[in-house]
């Protein structure tokens, strides 16, 4: 088993452009979350998703958004980057709400 | 909603000494308390988890202890090794519930002195 993948591992975006991060997990989790890491401020919940065809706001969800068309992807979406989103994205899925498996994160730098 | 507070944000220690790391939370109703471990340049990882029908829970040299009257849990390490210098998060959620989710506390950096 894979476990959690995420693509891509790093990114360079200009203000305003547009992109997808795709999360894949093989484990039959119900639930997937997309996190933010920056320095000195932990994980950051985005937005999560209970299970197929449904997503929900998380702690930090401006600016972004996400889709879950199938169980085992999670796409986290920025219209317009901004400078203030550059940060390291983590994907995790989980069985219910107990542990959690993380992504190897995409570094994500908007100039 | 929940709030996670963890402290300290940074823990030096001597290599074999013990460290402890605390936090505390908000929601009376959060029932699993798990603690990963981030590496530098890693994702995070599970190293262990209590859940609000134990008081505490060991696993070799880490242990947890769980205060749910006064809203408070904390991470032990006996005999700190090199290996064990990372960043400790801790986290708190309702488990199973249809909108459940886990807030992390924002992580305590520790540094074991050689």
């Known amino acids: 088993n894979a476990g959690v993948t995420q693509t891509p591992k790093f990114r360079v975006l200009k203000t305003g452009q547009s992109m997808t991060l795709l999360c894949a997990q093989d484990?039959?989790?119900?639930?997937m979350y997309w996190y933010r890491q920056d320095p000195g401020m932990g994980l950051r919940l985005i937005h999560y998703?209970?299970?197929?065809?449904?997503?929900a706001k998380g702690e930090v969800p401006d600016g972004y958004n996400v889709s879950r068309l199938k169980k085992q992807n999670f796409l986290l979406g920025l219209e317009s980057a901004a400078p203030s989103q550059t940060s390291v994205y983590f994907c995790a899925s989980s069985s219910h709400s107990y542990e959690q498996y993380f992504g190897p994160g995409t570094r994500l730098t908007v100039t | 909603g929940e709030n996670v507070e963890q402290h300290p944000s940074t823990l030096s220690v001597q290599e074999g000494d013990s460290a402890v790391i605390k936090c505390t939370y908000s929601d009376s109703a959060s029932n699993y308390f798990p603690w990963y471990k981030q590496e530098l340049g890693k994702r995070p990882q599970l190293i262990i988890d209590?859940?609000?029908?134990?008081g505490e829970k060991k696993d070799q040299r880490i242990a947890v202890t769980l205060n749910k009257t006064a809203k408070h849990f904390s991470l032990h390490i006996t005999e700190t090794q090199p290996e064990d210098s990372a960043v400790y998060f801790c986290?708190?959620?309702?488990?199973?519930?249809?909108?459940?989710?886990?807030?992390f506390g924002s992580g305590t950096r520790l540094s074991i002195r050689p």
């Open positions: 209590i859940r609000s029908n134990v």
């Open positions: 986290a708190a959620s309702k488990g199973y519930s249809s909108a459940s989710k886990i807030i």
């Open positions: 484990m039959n989790h119900e639930y």
């Open positions: 998703s209970v299970g197929e065809g449904t997503t």
